[in-house]
């Protein structure tokens, strides 16, 4: 029988689920059922439709985690009852009639003058990688690039019902170091969602840069799911 929450990780942009690679099998030798959700990164109703679908994987109660483009993921997804708890890694975090773009343009970085738009899609520039991991070795942000998955390009515009913070207990990491998404709106959205929030001195991509750090938080929340749930069933 399975004793402790599951863990679903939701990727953002320019990455897949492989981005949790650091984090993942510490998770499942601590006993965690552990699943990164796989999405195409073409429209937000499709990303949070697989990652329902992926919940149906794993036993209940489960923990999102999501990172960057992740959390407007998990803040939709998190609405369904299997969910117990929410993280964000250097995330958004759209409230009702919001989007990604409308956060991200309040507080513009410099990462959005690396980008080229081809094909439909959003693709990284190499010399955008400093902005978005920078704090990792020259060997990995050369990983970081070759393996970018670049999302559709309207995917920041799209909006849907269900704000999850608002009703989940949430944990936010937030990266003092960040050129994607501004620290500033890091600390804004924390505050607003009434998060317990852990700062670190990284990039982007604390999964990569600080995973013991990221390892602990999802260890804590998890911690906090099963003492509401032993509580619950007094």
């Not at 924390?190 to 602990?216: C, F, Q, W």
């Amino acid at each position: 029988m399975q004793t402790k929450p599951s863990i679903v990780f939701c990727h953002g942009i320019w990455a897949d689920g492989s981005c949790f690679n650091k984090v993942i099998p510490t998770l499942q030798a601590e006993g965690h059922e552990v699943i990164a959700a796989q999405y195409g990164l073409d429209t937000l109703a499709g990303d949070v439709a697989a990652v329902k679908r992926t919940l149906g994987r794993v036993s209940s109660p489960a923990i999102l985690v999501g990172h960057s483009y992740g959390g407007a993921v998990i803040t939709a997804a998190g609405t369904d009852d299997r969910v117990a708890g929410l993280v964000y890694i250097a995330a958004v975090a759209p409230d009702a009639g919001e989007t990604v773009d409308s956060q991200l343009n309040k507080f513009p970085t410099e990462i959005f003058s690396h980008i080229e738009v081809a094909d439909g899609r959003v693709w990284l520039r190499p010399e955008g990688v400093a902005s978005f991991a920078g704090d990792l070795s020259e060997q990995e942000q050369k990983v970081v690039w070759a393996t970018h998955y670049a999302p559709a390009a309207d995917l920041f515009t799209q909006k849907l019902d269900g704000v999850a913070w608002r009703s989940k207990p949430s944990s936010y990491i937030l990266a003092t170091k960040d050129g994607a998404v501004h620290p500033d709106l890091q600390r804004f959205l924390a505050k607003r969602m009434g998060a317990t929030t852990y700062e670190v001195a990284s990039s982007h991509v604390p999964m990569l840069s600080n995973p013991n750090l990221v390892i602990d938080v999802i260890r804590t929340a998890a911690n906090a799911v099963r003492a509401r749930s032993t509580t619950a069933g007094r």
